[in-house]
Nanobody, 121 residues
Framework: QVQLVESGGGLVQAGGSLGLSCTAS????????MAWYRQAPGKERELVTSITSDGSRKYADSVKGRFTISRDNTKNTVYLQMNSLKPEDTAVYYC???????????????WGQGTLVTVSS
């Protein structure tokens, strides 16, 4: 069984910074793309940023230049550094990973439990 455990989040003033981390644990052969999604109240979940196993990154236009995704493959961990935060960044942030499990190499998509980020104006 594989799980993603997130940490970080909380309350920050507009213009401030916050960091999130997410670690995968369990029976894992290889982690492919890792990503951060967010869901604001009353809105659909949206992709914020993603990073492949070789480090290729994509960002939503709304966070380009402010957010940075990185990962440590030795620790099965992905990070999200959020700078110049705005009230509209307020949301529950979810970690997501596509991975292969051992032996069968079956592909799984796994989600974290979510962590709340609140940006006050």
């Amino acid at each position: 069984q594989v799980q993603l455990v997130e940490s970080g989040g909380g309350l920050v003033q507009a213009g401030g910074s916050l960091g999130l981390s997410c670690t995968a644990s369990g029976s894992i052969f290889k982690i492919n793309t890792m990503a951060w999604y967010r869901q604001a109240p009353g809105k659909e979940r949206e992709l914020v940023t993603s990073i492949t196993s070789d480090g290729s990154r994509k960002y939503a236009d709304s966070v380009k230049g402010r957010f940075t995704i990185s990962r440590d493959n030795t620790k099965n961990t992905v990070y999200l550094q959020m700078n110049s935060l705005k009230p509209e960044d307020t949301a529950v942030y979810y970690c997501n990973a596509g991975l292969n499990i051992p032996i069968t190499l079956r592909y799984l998509e796994v989600w974290g439990q979510g962590t709340l980020v609140t940006v006050s104006s």
